[in-house]
Every structure is written in C-alpha cells, then in structure tokens.
C-alpha cells in the first residue's frame, strides 16, 4: 500500500494539491477534509480556484472518487473553479467511464 500524501501550494489565487499515493476508503477521508478546508479559504478569495494534481496518484477507487464528486459539488455550490489535472491514463478512462471527465479535468 502506497500511503496518501499531499503537497498544497498557492499562486496567485490559486490553490494547487498534489496528491500521490493510494486514494482509497482508507484515504479518502483524509483528501476530503483537506480539500473541505482548502474551498472554505478559496471562498473568501475573490477569482480563487483550487487544482486537484493528481499524477502521482498511483491508485484510486470508487470512494476516492466519491470523494472527488463531492467535493466538486461542494465547489460548484460556492461558485470556486475546481480542476483535477495531471490525470493519468487509468484514471482517465475511469473519469470517461463514468462521464466525468467534462466537469473534472
């Protein structure tokens, strides 16, 4: 198993979370709360987005992608731009599988 890790960085209004390692039931909590917090800061910031880098990422499943629509939606409630990018093959086809990869990356 691959543990979970994230890096977060800020550039001008936008907040960028590197993810790396296995987003998983185990994991996807831990991403959950980070990203919950990092909108609620992009809230308060006029022309703030918030990047979801996820090359690193070496696994996901369907509660790590659970995650990714809820928090998508926590976004589009709020009206804060979020993106994932960086999306590796596998999860790619996952996201076009599942018709989400027009709204997430």
Do not use: K
């Amino acid at each position: 198993m691959d543990p979970l890790h994230l890096t977060t960085s800020r550039h001008n209004g936008t907040v960028t979370v590197a993810v790396s390692g296995e987003l998983d039931i185990a994991t996807a909590e831990q991403l959950r709360g980070h990203l919950l917090t990092l909108l609620r800061e992009a809230g308060r910031a006029p022309h703030a987005a918030v990047i979801i880098e996820v090359s690193r990422l070496s696994f996901i499943d369907a509660a790590g992608l659970g995650i990714l629509i809820s928090v998508y939606n926590h976004a589009q409630r709020q009206h804060t731009p979020l993106r994932i990018a960086g999306v590796p093959p596998a999860m790619r086809r996952l996201l076009r599988i599942t018709g989400l990869d027009g709204r997430l990356a």
